[in-house]
């Protein structure tokens, strides 16, 4: 895969829920400016069909983010591969239980939370204890507009996106001394099979969820995974050097143009998990 500007030249990277939706779109993104990838996801045909693709430049790992052994074995796969880690890309993600916060199951928020949080904070930890020794590296975590304001997505899935924005502040001051650089990415409505999942009810049914997200958009069109692919190529490369500690918010200005609360907390609770592990 070529026809890129080379600006992840000899760089390498690891990405969660990189099999489909926003991570597939940025492993493609990051291959095609230089980069080498480890595709690290649940979802081991998707996982291995998109490596196919991808070519010499791309290894696949079977990668449940909830598990610190898989975190590990992707990150070390990272090294063993291709000799060194530049890039930790913490996207993997469900939008998990649904509901009104009084009949809420336990289990679930815990598993939920699991998923969205734990799972960055594994990814953080192991791509720092590589990076500090190489006294650089690149750490972006997926957010959303959920993790900006209330009221846009299910209640656990709220609290763990803002807490990943948290938790990107705070490791963004302790990694700088190492020359390791942590941001985060908020997006707003994306089409995406875990979108449609929830817009229609078929994971499946991404032209209508396009629609739909369309007329919600204040720029009066679809976010694709594509508008997140160019926004971690920017915060993975040198063009985005000076910049650690941040939220990149990419949702069509519908954080500051207001936007119509999603109904995810008004009927029984139940669990999103159509689209796997990804955001």
């Known amino acids: 895969m070529s026809n890129g500007s080379g600006r992840l030249d000899g760089k390498v990277a690891v990405i969660t829920g990189a099999a489909s939706g926003i991570g597939a779109g940025t492993a493609r993104v990051f291959v095609r400016e230089g980069a080498k990838v480890v595709v690290a996801d649940l979802q081991d045909d998707a996982g291995r069909l998109l490596v196919n693709e991808l070519g010499d430049a791309a290894r696949f790992t079977h990668c449940d983010v909830t598990s610190e052994d ?5 990150v070390d796969l ?6 060194r880690l530049d890039v930790m890309f913490n996207n993997a993600g469900i939008v998990g239980i649904v509901g009104k916060i009084s009949e809420m199951p336990v289990d679930a928020w815990d598993n939920t939370m699991s998923i969205l949080l734990r799972g960055v904070f594994l990814g953080t930890k ?8 190489q006294g650089s590296g690149v750490i972006i975590s997926t957010s959303s507009t959920a993790g900006i304001l209330g009221g846009l997505g299910p209640h656990v899935y709220t609290a763990a996106k803002h807490g990943v924005i948290g938790l990107t502040k705070s490791v963004a001051n302790e990694l700088a001394p190492y020359g390791i650089r942590v941001n985060a990415i908020s997006p707003g409505n994306t089409v995406t099979a875990m979108t449609a999942a929830v817009t229609t009810g078929d994971a499946d049914n991404t032209a209508d969820t396009e629609k739909s997200i369309a007329k919600g958009s204040p720029l009066g069109y679809a976010g ?6 160019a926004a971690a190529l920017y915060l993975a490369s040198d063009d985005s050097r000076y910049v650690s500690g941040h939220t990149l918010v990419v949702d069509a200005g519908q954080t500051t143009a207001g936007m119509t609360p999603q109904r995810f907390n008004t009927g029984p609770s139940r669990q999103f998990h159509e689209a796997g592990r990804v955001t």
């Open 224 to 229: 694709v995974p594509d508008d997140i692919a």
């Open 126 to 133: 192991h791509a720092a204890r590589v990076m500090q020794e």
């Open 70 to 74: 898989d975190i590990a074995s992707a």
């Open 78 to 83: 990272a090294v063993d591969e291709f000799g």
